[in-house]
């Protein structure tokens, strides 16, 4: 039997091979880093007594 290809890899390979998932991707991903900013605002962390380090 051949050695067969990670997974990633040939998810990879896809993406590559077709450019209008890629800037799918990337569009993607700088939405999901805007909500990372988002949620990890000071008030998360502690910063704000009143929520005393609590989210929501």
Do not use: A
Not at 24 to 39: A, F, H, K, M, W
Request: net charge positive; charged share 35%; with cysteine.
């Amino acid at each position: 039997m051949g050695r067969q290809k990670c997974w990633k890899r040939c998810v990879r390979e896809f993406i590559y091979c077709k450019p209008k998932l890629n800037r799918r991707l990337l569009c993607i991903c700088r939405s999901v880093n805007e909500v990372c900013e988002i949620l990890n605002t000071d008030i998360c962390h502690g910063k704000n007594k009143r929520k005393n380090g609590k989210c929501g």
